[in-house]
């Protein structure tokens, strides 16, 4: 069973943030001093989790009325579950929830697909975020 559930405790974003370290800094390459940052002092930050086992995170920011949705990560050996899918999902039901009916998302490149499936659209140019090319993407709730 896979459910998502909003960190409250700062043991809980700990799980969050083992989950960021494991996919962007060990595995892509990113730096640890710039995985974390002042957005996740204040970030509503979520984990996903299988049958209790913290496998997927992510975190939601208020920025200029705008919900940006980031730090989605999913285990490596739990990927293809549609967990990524599912915590993008409960980020973006609770932007709405927030009253924050836009959205948007720095994607890494070969990620845009995911994003279009939960209908995100590209906006703008290809750019450098941390080394790795990204593609603004955005979302209008309705």
Known sequence: MFEVKI???TEEK???FKIREEVF???QGFLLEIERDEYD???VHVVGYEDGVPVACGRLVEINGKAKIGRLAVLEDKRNNYY???VCKFLMDKAVEMGLKEMYLHSQVQAA???KKLGFCEYGEIFLEEEAEHIKM???AR
């Open 7 to 9: 960190c409250t405790t």
């Open 14 to 16: 700990e799980r969050a």
């Open 25 to 27: 800094v060990n595995e």
């Open 41 to 43: 002092e204040y970030a």
């Open 84 to 86: 990524g899918f599912k």
């Open 113 to 115: 697909g995911f994003y």
């Open 138 to 140: 955005v979302y209008t």
